[in-house]
């Protein structure tokens, strides 16, 4: 059997007239799309478009959920208390599902964005907060974590399916773990040099980390940024050179799905 991998996207985040992304463009790329559900980005309007054109596509649509903090693109870190989050979950997947039905899609599976994404991934108090929102909406989505994470084993434990999940245009150190972004190197951007590091993943279960060592990264979905530069280039490579080595792109959720 041929091996298969997820790719997905953070779509949706285009706010009124100001734009973010291509959307439309990344669509026909992607197997899986994050999209925004209007707390860290994405107006009601731009969300149920960018649904509509998920449905045309085929392309299975997940909840980004994220902080309240639209000025901040939802990169901000915030000490939230736990009810007050679990409620903004809920909030957040419920809004996206209505929006969803309208569409003539559903909601799969809820990824969290920036900030909350990264604090959940070791953050016991906050990630139980984010497992129970989910829990109380829809016990059968799939929750998007970082490989290698506490989280995993947090939502494992919980009941919740999990699909980890590596970065395409991120650097990682040999424990595993993803290179600050304060420090340089940390995020990639030669859609080369991104596409056979992807391949590399996929292949040997792995890829070299910034010390120059082998480190192995067990992902069921690859993250190709749909907001930085060249993002779509990248994308595309990825794409290109998954699909000429005969690796198959399919979601790990919905139909057809892995999860």
């Known amino acids: 059997m041929n091996k298969q991998i997820d790719l997905n996207s953070d779509l949706g985040e285009s706010f009124g007239q100001w734009k973010m992304g291509n959307d439309e463009a990344m669509l026909s790329i992607v197997s899986s799309a994050n999209i925004a559900c209007g707390f860290h980005a994405g107006s009601p309007d731009g969300i149920l478009q960018t649904l509509i054109a998920a449905q045309k596509q085929g392309v299975t649509v997940g909840a980004h959920v994220g902080y309240p903090d639209l000025v901040g693109f939802g990169r901000r870190n915030m000490d939230i208390a736990s009810n007050e989050l679990t409620a903004d979950v809920i909030y957040q997947i419920g809004a996206l599902k209505g929006l969803a039905t309208a569409a003539g899609t559903q909601v799969e599976y ?98 070299v980390a910034i010390d120059g060592k082998f480190t192995p990264i067990e992902a069921g979905s690859i993250c190709v940024h749909g907001d930085s530069p060249g993002a779509l280039e990248m994308a595309k490579k990825v794409r290109e050179l998954f699909e000429l080595q005969g690796i198959g792109i399919r979601p790990f959720a919905g139909k057809g799905g892995q999860a």
């Open 110 to 207: 809820v990824k969290p964005h920036g900030a909350l994404y990264n604090t959940i991934a070791h953050d016991k108090r906050q990630a139980m907060a984010v497992i129970d929102g989910i829990l109380a909406i829809d016990n059968s989505l799939t929750l998007v974590a970082l490989a290698g994470s506490p989280l995993i084993g947090w939502a494992k434990e919980s009941g919740l399916k999990v699909v980890a999940e590596a970065f395409a245009d991120r650097a990682y150190n040999s424990d595993g773990t993803l290179v600050s972004r304060k420090l340089a190197g940390s995020v990639l951007h030669d859609p080369e040099l991104v596409a056979k590091r992807m391949l590399q993943l996929v292949n040997e279960g792995g890829v």
